[in-house]
């Protein structure tokens, strides 16, 4: 088991900037590739961004590329997502989850194993 808990949401206005953390405990963090998704009200939840177990590749949803940076420190058994430039559209609750090495990396939610209980993100006008 691999146990997630987000941190580092809250209320920001638009263009404004946060970074959300990611702590993980339970198995070797390494072993695992990591993604961040988020669900706004009355949506699906989607893909933001996932990382590689190494932290060397990394990719984004077109929605936030150039603004948001996925990153992760193995010694800290953590994850991160910097977001800058932030706009209303981005008001969701965000979620970390963990796939194990093995699988092929997925921007689908059904390939991920284990999930955080969320930090929600509010954006305001």
């Known amino acids: 088991q691999v146990q997630l808990v987000e941190s580092g949401g809250g209320l920001v206005q638009a263009g404004g900037s946060l970074r959300l953390s990611c702590a993980a405990s339970?198995?070797?963090?390494?072993?695992?590739?990591m993604g961040w998704f988020r669900q706004a009200p009355g949506k699906e939840r989607e893909f933001v961004a996932r990382?590689?177990?190494?932290?060397?590749?990394?990719y984004y949803a077109d929605s936030v590329k150039g603004r948001f940076t996925i990153s992760r420190d193995n010694a800290k058994n953590t994850v991160y997502l910097q977001m800058n430039s932030l706009k209303p559209e981005d008001t969701a609750v965000y979620y970390c989850?963990?796939?194990?090495?093995?699988?092929?990396?997925?921007?689908?939610?059904?390939?991920?194993?284990?999930w955080g209980q969320g930090t929600q993100v509010t954006v305001s006008s």
């Open positions: 990382i590689s177990a190494r932290g060397g590749v990394t």
């Open positions: 339970g198995r070797t963090f390494s072993d695992y590739r």
């Open positions: 989850a963990a796939v194990y090495l093995s699988k092929v990396a997925s921007n689908d939610e059904k390939r991920y194993d284990y």
